[in-house]
């Protein structure tokens, strides 16, 4: 009990200061742009070397990325003139300090010359990125280095990660082992794996423990010649070795870039005379480069989600739009006129209010619209709910249908518009959400076979860690990223996803985007199911939405020039298959995908037998359902 009351009254020796480092606060309104300054520390204690941030600004700090750099402007919601006799209303923001063991490091990645940090830890998290403001990272990086050595990624320059063969040399001169010529690196150890090397030395240290009078370096020869001696197994029932199966062969990824916004004049340019809508293409084109204005958003989005039909004019839209309110009012006045005594008796109903009432009490309540209690607005998200089950009985609701309601009610405002836009979604993505979950069942297994095809080396790593069922994506795409961006950028988001261009299932590039923009890291930190289940779920917030969104496009359009594309991939980018016949899609496992033409395909490639067992192992499960749903909760 008293080293534990020392260890938080010690205050520690400094060893390196950085003032002007920048955390966004996560606790903070999704949807603006609030930091907090303070400074960066090195301090050394009696138990260890730490990683600390304190906060130094009350207020919070609106940032903005430069080529240079970062730079920043002053503190938001601040009078323009104080001496006017304004009320300073900038909201006054507490962000709790940051500390780190140095040894719970295992990587750091920089970004934007060198200005943004991220720091990666051995469970897979990952810490708000560090911004600096004045000067950039180095000389705190120098600083580290002092004290923990770091080797740069072969595969991402950006990329440094900890040196684990330092940890383990330090580990074995402290062990003061008897070896001849004190060497250990005589037997070959560090020619090996890191996991091999570990290996051999955990079971010297068995041997060691439990025997008396042991050779030392009998032992280590002992184990590392077992090491070096091809393992004969049995065949395993459910594979089969493959040779020589056509290699995917991927031309260079092209160049694409994003376009401005869908603004007024354009938007006006897409009606005809009459009110309708003309060029319907086009305009989801330019939707799809660039997003939408924010002031035309109310009216785009009925558009998008079919609650404006494009084929009727301006006094025929308002005829519809008059049915659809009252189409409304009756099918809520069915739900809220029912008696207690009625409700009793209807199992079904009160279980979906019940879930509603727990979903709608905790959905973006950090957000202003929805914030407090007895808000308004949570009674509307209520309601529109509630409807949608007395509109959808055979669906009803879903935990996680909340989420795509929010940001539409945010936006719309109006309850009865709110709602038809919401139904207009769910038509989109309502096999998300089937009791059967064959929906993204089958998109998660959609998402394994491009992967397999666009990186095999991430596909055969996450397959060796247990991770290419992929539930570390299942909440992006049951809820299309909603808790992933802030409220601005899922909204720019959506409609671009809306659009159903380049093809229908864009959104799974998306994933494709994110996950190779942070392979390097599960790949050099070599992270585990947890690890990597864990990391990707710290991503939220931190993920650049226009570099993603280029990513992903760039993606799609390299594979769809690659020649000789199975079927299921065909499939998948909404091209008609070579081969229709083969109507079970089995062909998604009989071939062994390679990155670009200078990559070597592998000589055997281990695949399911069946499309069967691939579709059992990609099953989600309910836990994980509950589970992925709940991390924001």
């Not at 002053?74 to 900038?90: F, H, I, L, W, Y």
């Not at 260079?252 to 004049?265: A, D, Q, W, Y």
């Not at 879930?355 to 998200?381: A, C, H, Q, S």
């Not at 809820?479 to 802030?486: A, D, G, P, Y």
Request: net charge negative.
């Amino acid at each position: 009990m008293n080293s534990e009351m020392e260890e938080l009254t010690e205050e520690g020796e400094v060893q390196y200061s950085h003032h002007g480092v920048i955390i966004r606060d996560l606790n903070q309104n999704r949807d603006d742009d609030s930091y907090c300054s303070g400074t960066l520390y090195l301090k050394k204690y009696t138990y260890g070397m730490f990683i600390e941030w304190i906060q130094t600004e009350e207020k919070p700090l609106s940032v903005v990325s430069q080529d240079q750099g970062w730079a920043m402007v002053t503190p938001v919601n601040e009078p323009q003139n104080p001496t006017d006799g304004a009320r300073d209303v900038s909201p006054t923001v507490k962000k709790r300090p940051v500390k780190i063991d140095i040894m719970d490091l295992k990587s750091y990645k920089m970004k934007s010359n060198s200005h943004e940090l991220i720091l990666t830890l051995k469970d897979g998290s990952r810490p708000s990125p560090l911004l600096f403001q004045n000067d950039n990272a180095d000389k705190f990086i120098t600083a580290l280095r002092g004290y923990i050595c770091f080797d740069r990624s072969d595969r991402e320059t950006n990329l440094f990660c900890a040196n684990s063969v330092q940890k383990l040399n330090k580990s074995f001169s402290e062990l003061n082992l008897p070896l001849d010529d004190g060497s250990i690196s005589r037997w070959g150890i560090f020619g090996h794996s890191y996991e091999k090397t570990m290996t051999v030395f955990s079971k010297v240290a068995n041997t060691v423990l439990h025997q008396s009078n042991v050779l030392y370096p009998e032992i280590i020869n002992q184990y590392l010649q077992t090491d070096r001696t091809p393992a004969v197994t049995a065949p395993d029932e459910e594979y089969e070795v493959i040779h020589s199966r056509p290699i995917v062969v991927l031309p260079p990824r092209p160049v694409v870039k994003r376009g401005p916004p869908l603004n007024t004049e354009e938007w006006t340019r897409h009606f005809d005379d009459s009110g309708k809508i003309i060029n319907l293409p086009d305009l989801k084109e330019k939707i799809f480069r660039g997003g939408i204005r924010d002031n035309l958003r109310y009216d785009v989005w009925k558009v998008l989600l079919d609650y404006m039909p494009c084929d009727k004019k301006a006094e025929e839209w308002q005829t519809i739009r008059k049915q659809k309110l009252e189409e409304y009012a009756c099918m809520k006045l069915q739900w809220s006129s029912l008696t207690p005594g009625q409700e009793s008796r209807f199992f079904q109903f009160h279980k979906k209010k019940s879930i509603i009432e727990k979903d709608v009490d905790r959905t973006d309540r950090t957000i202003p619209y929805f914030e407090g209690n007895d808000n308004p607005n949570l009674k509307i998200m209520y309601n529109i709910l509630m409807t949608y089950v007395m509109y959808n009985f055979d669906l009803g609701y879903v935990q996680g249908m909340s989420d795509l309601l929010s940001p539409i009610l945010y936006l719309m405002e109006k309850e009865e518009d709110a709602f038809w836009c919401f139904v207009g979604f769910m038509n989109k993505v309502s096999n998300n959400f089937a009791k059967d979950q064959m929906g993204i069942s089958q998109q998660l297994k959609n998402l394994n076979i491009l992967i397999r095809i666009i990186d095999p080396e991430l596909g055969e790593y996450l397959e060796k860690n247990e991770s290419d069922n992929l539930f570390f994506c299942f909440r992006w795409l049951l809820i299309l990223f909603k808790r992933e961006f802030s409220y601005q950028d899922i909204m720019t988001l959506w409609e671009v996803l809306w659009t159903d261009l380049p093809g229908p299932n864009f959104h799974l590039f998306i994933c494709l985007a994110i996950l190779e923009s942070e392979r390097d890291t599960l790949i050099c930190n070599q992270y585990g199911f947890n690890e990597i289940l864990k990391h990707i779920n710290d991503l939220s917030l931190h993920i650049h939405l226009e570099d993603t969104l280029t990513k992903a496009e760039a993606i799609y359009l390299q594979l769809s020039a690659a020649e000789d594309l199975p079927d299921c991939a065909r499939i998948i980018l909404g091209k008609p298959p070579l081969h229709p016949e083969n109507e079970d899609g089995s062909d998604e496992e009989l071939f062994s995908p390679a990155l670009d033409s200078q990559r070597t395909a592998p000589s055997e490639v281990r695949v399911p037998t069946t499309a069967a067992t691939s579709a059992r192992a990609l099953e989600p499960s309910e836990s994980m359902y509950e589970c992925s749903m709940s991390f924001q909760f």
